[in-house]
């Protein structure tokens, strides 16, 4: 890793080859530059694409698009409600809609006449769409826009259903990539000018993020069209505020070094290159660590978190290419005068050694273990409340806002049977159409309805009316039911699929990845710190609180959202999801304290060593942490409940990591433990000599044995 890390410093900070790294850069982004953009044309927004690899309402899913009958097109469902009783005119409004809606019916399909409720308030409308999201989304908006048209006084109509659900959600991201980089990036420069306190020093790291995001766009359609990489709304999404948080920690971290060996060389290119050298090594094991964690979410089921992890590895990795070759690049090329009005210059007096975080290190070395025992009170404090998370959304809770979707099933729960309007879908064998239709009949709280063949006369499509809320535990219970009796009909390769089918699945699925994936993170994350500290106890230590973290993040944010944001329920994919990336991005800051830590052990003790570690590194790892929540935090600005939560939890997890976990907790925990923390490694038994030579040549204070 350093011959590499040496090679790389060489470039960005030579005489000429800097030249060579901007010319590099530039023409890639004219070359990659026209892609920008485009990954979008490979989102996936179809149904499957959300629902969990290999699961029966999947292959359900997937069967039916090769079909093109209305039996399995995407309902949209009006429902038109009077409180006082339905009339005549709501009657006469409902048949003049129902004509004018068949010329949106899938094939040319027949709209059923309306259904009327039982209490006399209400009649429901079902009108089949084609599955093309595109023709969905205008669909969805000429229905709407046709059944306000005309409504009677005190009429309501809403237009719901499974159609009115995707065009609402589809509708929540258009245009929000572009808003989302607005307003990421005003968050950053702010934050930079603030850090910097400098006019000039913010635009370097914006430049270099400019560079990184045509490398990540180019790089990611390219994957996207020929590699098969899974693309979503989200993930497209994540992208770029993963691009401005990572980044600009990479690059905080490196102009922090920078700035240091600047004050101890009058040769801006010599300084550059001391300090790639020195910070190098703890930024790419931080970006291997992220990029290889982030990847194995590969390993799981459900599509959208493999997405929002491969994407995110994608952009992690052409992140740090730009911070480690183009930003210190242009850094040399500008020179000393960036950091105007607070320029270092040679010779100039460090403050290693004192200042806040100084005092804050000595502090803590005085009462280690008051201070870690009173960290651990507060994050099982906070992780306490996580105990009381209810998991899952129902539809109703999917967005921030209530869309007329939302609106329309709650209407259509209170005035019907709770799955008329989104029946189960049963698929099987046309011979064996008899017995399964039987079978689910058989099957307490299950009516058979409407049946059809598929175009081939192979297959029969039969749905099976709920008689729960299809969102409920009820009428999963009642799918796991109806799966039993069909897989028990010999020779009727049926399954069982639909909206209620869907959610078990997906229930199921991210219970099981988190399983599979948790496990191979945390020895992702603990070999890496194995091999960057060569040791074994301080590595175990900082696994340990980095799942102690996530604990108390997850539970903090729970209260948010209870209390904050009005949230019943909690995503089942946000636990697996945010343990990942906020294991991968907090151990950013282990390595970011513990390799300085390790550094600074070598030439002055182990505990001088702590102290000059949280002096040097706890500015930038606060500020680091403060631009990565801030940019993770704009997710809460989304008008869907998952991402909302997702981004709240990273956030909150990387504050907490900064300002409690790498600048309290650890410190605290390295002191007390003594310099067993660096067993079995060779520092570990430097240490424990009476006095060595210095480490490193030239630098003075020689090795201390201490506890």
């Given at each position: 890793?350093?011959?590499?890390?040496?090679?790389?410093?060489?470039?960005?900070?030579?005489r000429r080859?800097?030249?060579?790294?901007?010319?590099?850069?530039?023409?890639?982004?004219?070359?990659?530059?026209?892609l920008?953009?485009?990954?979008?044309d490979y989102?996936?927004?179809?149904?499957?694409?959300?629902?969990?690899?290999?699961?029966e309402?999947?292959?359900v899913?997937?069967?039916?698009d090769?079909?093109?009958?209305a039996?399995?097109?995407?309902?949209?469902?009006?429902?038109?409600?009077?409180?006082a009783?339905?009339q005549?005119?709501?009657?006469s409004?409902?048949?003049?809609?129902?004509?004018a809606?068949?010329r949106?019916?899938?094939?040319g399909?027949?709209?059923?006449?309306?259904?009327?409720?039982?209490?006399?308030?209400a009649?429901?409308?079902?009108?089949p769409?084609?599955?093309?999201?595109?023709?969905?989304?205008?669909a969805v908006?000429d229905?709407r826009?046709?059944?306000?048209?005309?409504?009677?006084?005190?009429?309501?109509v809403?237009?719901?259903?499974?159609?009115?659900?995707?065009?609402d959600y589809?509708?929540?991201?258009?245009?929000?990539?572009?808003?989302?980089?607005i307003?990421t990036?005003?968050?950053?420069v702010?934050?930079?000018l603030?850090?910097y306190?400098?006019?000039f020093?913010?635009?370097?790291?914006?430049?270099?993020?400019?560079?990184?995001?045509?490398?990540?766009?180019?790089?990611?359609?390219?994957?996207?069209?020929?590699?098969g990489?899974?693309?979503?709304?989200?993930?497209?999404?994540?992208?770029?505020i993963?691009?401005?948080?990572v980044?600009?920690?990479?690059?905080?971290?490196?102009?922090?070094r920078?700035?240091?060996?600047l004050?101890?060389?009058?040769?801006?290119?010599?300084?550059?290159?001391?300090?790639?050298?020195?910070?190098?090594?703890?930024?790419?094991?931080?970006a291997?660590?992220?990029?290889?964690?982030?990847?194995c979410l590969a390993?799981?089921?459900m599509?959208?978190?493999?997405?929002l992890?491969?994407?995110?590895?994608?952009?992690?990795?052409?992140?740090?290419l730009?911070?480690?070759?183009?930003?210190?690049a242009?850094?040399v090329i500008?020179?000393?005068?960036?950091?105007?009005?607070f320029?270092?210059?040679f010779g100039?007096e460090?403050r290693?050694?004192?200042?806040?975080?100084?005092?804050?290190?000595?502090?803590v070395g005085?009462?280690?273990?008051v201070?870690w025992?009173?960290c651990?009170?507060?994050?099982?404090?906070?992780?306490?409340s996580?105990?009381?998370?209810?998991?899952?959304?129902?539809?109703?809770?999917v967005?921030?806002?209530?869309?007329?979707?939302?609106?329309?099933?709650?209407?259509?729960a209170?005035?019907?049977?709770?799955?008329?309007?989104?029946?189960?879908?049963?698929?099987?064998?046309?011979a064996a159409a008899?017995?399964v239709?039987?079978?689910?009949?058989g099957v307490?709280?299950?009516?058979?309805?409407?049946?059809s063949?598929?175009?081939?006369g192979?297959r029969?499509?039969?749905d099976?009316?709920?008689?729960?809320?299809?969102?409920?535990?009820a009428?999963?219970?009642t799918?796991?039911?109806?799966?039993?009796?069909?897989?028990?009909?010999?020779?009727?390769?049926a399954?069982?699929?639909?909206?209620t089918?869907?959610t078990?699945?997906?229930?199921?699925?991210?219970s099981?990845?988190?399983?599979?994936?948790?496990?191979?993170?945390?020895?992702v994350?603990?070999?890496?710190?194995?091999?960057?500290?060569?040791?074994?106890?301080a590595?175990?230590?900082?696994l340990g609180?980095?799942?102690?973290s996530?604990?108390a993040?997850?539970?903090?944010?729970?209260?948010?959202f209870?209390?904050?944001?009005?949230?019943?329920g909690?995503?089942?994919q946000?636990?697996?999801?945010?343990?990942v990336?906020l294991?991968?991005?907090?151990v950013?800051?282990?390595?970011?304290?513990?390799?300085?830590?390790?550094e600074e052990?070598?030439?002055?003790g182990?505990?001088?060593?702590?102290r000059r570690?949280?002096?040097?590194?706890?500015?930038?790892?606060?500020?680091?942490?403060?631009?990565?929540?801030?940019?993770?935090?704009?997710f809460?600005?989304?008008?869907?409940?998952d991402?909302i939560?997702?981004?709240?939890?990273?956030?909150?997890g990387v504050?907490?990591?900064?300002f409690?976990?790498?600048?309290?907790?650890?410190p605290a925990l390295?002191?007390d433990i003594?310099?067993?923390?660096?067993?079995?490694?060779?520092?570990?038994?430097?240490?424990?000599k009476?006095?060595t030579?210095?480490?490193?040549p030239g630098?003075?204070?020689p090795?201390?044995?201490?506890?």
């Amino acid at each position: 890793m350093s011959d590499s890390v040496g090679l790389l410093a060489k470039l960005p900070s030579g005489r000429r080859s800097k030249w060579a790294i901007l010319a590099l850069w530039i023409v890639l982004a004219v070359v990659l530059g026209p892609l920008f953009g485009k990954i979008e044309d490979y989102e996936d927004r179809t149904p499957s694409g959300s629902l969990p690899r290999g699961a029966e309402s999947t292959a359900v899913m997937e069967e039916l698009d090769k079909y093109r009958s209305a039996s399995e097109a995407v309902p949209v469902v009006a429902v038109y409600t009077r409180e006082a009783g339905i009339q005549d005119a709501d009657r006469s409004k409902v048949e003049a809609d129902r004509a004018a809606f068949a010329r949106f019916a899938d094939g040319g399909a027949a709209i059923e006449p309306a259904i009327p409720s039982q209490d006399g308030k209400a009649l429901m409308l079902v009108v089949p769409l084609t599955r093309d999201d595109v023709e969905i989304d205008f669909a969805v908006k000429d229905l709407r826009a046709a059944a306000q048209a005309g409504a009677p006084a005190g009429l309501d109509v809403d237009l719901g259903g499974p159609g009115g659900l995707l065009n609402d959600y589809t509708q929540a991201f258009e245009n929000l990539d572009v808003n989302l980089m607005i307003a990421t990036s005003s968050i950053v420069v702010v934050l930079l000018l603030l850090i910097y306190r400098s006019p000039f020093l913010w635009i370097f790291p914006l430049l270099a993020v400019g560079f990184a995001s045509a490398l990540t766009q180019g790089v990611a359609y390219l994957l996207a069209k020929h590699a098969g990489l899974p693309v979503n709304p989200a993930s497209s999404s994540l992208l770029m505020i993963l691009l401005f948080g990572v980044g600009t920690d990479y690059a905080l971290l490196l102009i922090a070094r920078y700035r240091e060996e600047l004050r101890r060389h009058a040769d801006k290119h010599l300084a550059m290159g001391i300090a790639l050298r020195r910070s190098g090594p703890a930024i790419l094991a931080s970006a291997a660590t992220v990029v290889v964690g982030l990847a194995c979410l590969a390993l799981a089921d459900m599509q959208s978190a493999r997405s929002l992890g491969l994407v995110g590895a994608t952009g992690v990795l052409c992140a740090y290419l730009a911070m480690v070759t183009i930003l210190p690049a242009l850094l040399v090329i500008a020179g000393r005068w960036v950091f105007w009005p607070f320029v270092p210059k040679f010779g100039q007096e460090a403050r290693e050694g004192r200042g806040f975080w100084s005092r804050i290190g000595t502090a803590v070395g005085r009462h280690p273990r008051v201070v870690w025992l009173g960290c651990l009170i507060v994050i099982g404090g906070l992780a306490v409340s996580a105990l009381d998370i209810k998991m899952g959304l129902a539809q109703t809770e999917v967005f921030q806002t209530k869309p007329q979707s939302v609106t329309a099933q709650e209407k259509l729960a209170r005035h019907f049977p709770s799955g008329a309007s989104d029946p189960a879908i049963l698929v099987a064998d046309a011979a064996a159409a008899g017995p399964v239709k039987a079978a689910a009949a058989g099957v307490d709280g299950a009516t058979v309805g409407q049946e059809s063949p598929s175009p081939d006369g192979r297959r029969v499509i039969i749905d099976v009316v709920l008689r729960d809320a299809p969102d409920s535990a009820a009428a999963k219970e009642t799918i796991d039911d109806i799966r039993d009796a069909v897989h028990a009909v010999p020779g009727a390769n049926a399954k069982v699929g639909g909206t209620t089918a869907e959610t078990l699945d997906i229930d199921r699925a991210s219970s099981r990845d988190a399983k599979v994936v948790i496990p191979v993170v945390l020895a992702v994350i603990l070999l890496f710190l194995i091999i960057l500290l060569r040791a074994l106890v301080a590595p175990l230590v900082l696994l340990g609180t980095v799942v102690a973290s996530y604990f108390a993040a997850l539970g903090a944010s729970h209260l948010l959202f209870k209390h904050v944001f009005g949230h019943e329920g909690t995503a089942w994919q946000l636990p697996l999801v945010s343990f990942v990336f906020l294991a991968a991005l907090g151990v950013d800051y282990n390595i970011f304290l513990m390799t300085r830590v390790h550094e600074e052990a070598a030439r002055h003790g182990h505990a001088e060593g702590v102290r000059r570690g949280l002096s040097t590194t706890g500015s930038v790892i606060t500020s680091a942490g403060i631009v990565l929540a801030a940019t993770f935090a704009v997710f809460a600005s989304m008008p869907v409940v998952d991402m909302i939560q997702f981004g709240v939890v990273v956030a909150v997890g990387v504050l907490l990591d900064a300002f409690l976990v790498r600048t309290l907790l650890v410190p605290a925990l390295s002191f007390d433990i003594g310099r067993a923390s660096w067993w079995p490694g060779r520092l570990y038994r430097d240490l424990g000599k009476p006095a060595t030579a210095p480490v490193s040549p030239g630098v003075p204070g020689p090795v201390r044995a201490t506890k």
